[in-house]
């Protein structure tokens, strides 16, 4: 749906030159719902810029549903951009605008009839549940409902693609999430492609399905969220994670794992981290039972990649050593990700 090559913007000259995009390359598919995560001054929204060609990128190419948008101009650019709604961090509605006027403005730049134009804005606030509101002006809302209001008014023209622009990043957690399932859910019922830029990790791991990691002007990583979670690969990606998995050891189980006599068998204090189906399984049951190893969980964490299940877990598993290798391998052939913390004698 939107490919980009080599695109390389620069802002200023000599001194003040900033590389702000670097040879950046991304494939973004038609209906999904794409992140791109990066730190401030990473250059997302050069880049955000750049698709709607509100920048215009020094080299590289740019494609919309197939078409090359970099040399469009006039009446054929207009006509691109309406295949374009976008969203933003502050809303940018208009403030002497009714809720209901915001909505109908592109419908009124782009001539649709006032019988039509009516029908969709009250269908559109119908959609972002802000019909009682119809009246208000945007001063009157809190924020949650001025992004739907956003959102409507980036739908009205019936969009391909919807860009947002740190779309949730001036709201509170709760509100965050409302906002979050009301693009998943435009995104489910229209195919609507989202091309999603924040700074937020819990954002890309709550709705994307793909994600692009930008480090200063140049993407570092691109993939599936669940593999960017199971296998981060840059350092970027790593450092954004932190926050939110909650993978680190906590203090007590570091004293525990390192303290003198703390384990009275041979064995190994393992790390195992699952992704998937397998959270299902009875394994750890099994590992006991067909092993005959003790297993004592320390800690386990368990958290959702959009509705996968995803956790880490930390144990010991005492018993003959033989039988504890061959539990851990067995424990990797089940599809889990294993890192041994300590272990083999016992500690004395
Ligand atoms: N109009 C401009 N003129 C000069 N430099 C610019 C301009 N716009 C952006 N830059 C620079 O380009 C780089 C990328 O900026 P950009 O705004 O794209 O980053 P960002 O990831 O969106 O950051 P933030 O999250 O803070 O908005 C930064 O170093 C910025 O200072």
Redo the contacts with the bound molecule.
């Keep these: 749906m939107i490919e980009l090559e080599k695109v390389t913007k620069i802002?200023?000259q000599g001194e003040k030159r900033?590389v702000?995009l670097a040879d950046v390359s991304l494939q973004i598919k038609k209906g999904e719902i794409f992140g791109i995560i990066?730190?401030?001054?990473?250059?997302?929204?050069?880049?955000i810029r750049c698709i709607n060609k509100l920048e215009e990128p020094q080299s590289g190419t740019i494609r919309l549903a197939g078409q090359e948008i970099t040399n469009l101009k006039g009446k054929e650019l207009r006509e691109a951009r309406r295949k374009i709604g976008m969203i933003f961090q502050h809303f940018n509605l208009l403030s002497s605008r009714t809720v209901y006027r915001n909505v109908a403005f592109p419908l009124e730049i782009s001539g649709v009839k006032p019988k039509e134009r009516d029908e969709r804005v009250r269908s559109l606030l119908d959609l972002v549940g802000l019909s009682d509101k119809i009246n208000a002006y945007p001063s009157e809302l809190s924020g949650g409902q001025k992004q739907r209001v956003g959102i409507a008014r980036a739908l009205a023209s019936n969009p391909e693609v919807l860009l947002c622009d740190?779309a949730t990043s001036a709201l509170d957690p709760d509100t965050t999430k409302s906002i979050l399932r009301l693009l998943q859910d435009v995104n489910r019922r229209f195919g609507l492609t989202i091309v999603l830029?924040t700074?937020q990790m819990e954002v890309i791991k709550e709705i994307c399905d793909t994600v692009a990691v930008?480090d200063d002007?140049r993407i570092v990583e691109q993939g599936s969220v669940v593999e960017l979670f199971a296998r981060p690969r840059s350092a970027a990606a790593r450092r954004f994670m932190k926050g939110v998995l909650h993978t680190e050891i906590p203090p007590e189980i570091q004293e525990r794992m390192t303290a003198e006599g703390s384990r009275e068998r041979p064995g190994k204090t393992v790390r195992i981290s699952f992704i998937g189906g397998v959270a299902g399984k009875p394994i750890i049951s099994s590992v006991i039972r067909q092993f005959q190893v003790d297993v004592n969980i320390l800690y386990a964490n368990l958290d959702f990649i959009k509705n996968m299940p995803f956790g880490s877990l930390i144990v010991e598993i005492t018993g003959d050593e033989a039988k504890v290798e061959r539990a851990l391998e067995y424990l990797t052939a089940q599809g889990l990700k294993l890192e041994v913390l300590a272990g083999v004698g016992p500690d004395s």
Excluded: D, M, Q, R
């Design positions: 802002y200023g900033v702000a990066g730190l401030s001054g990473a250059g997302k929204s050069t880049l740190e830029i700074h930008i002007g």
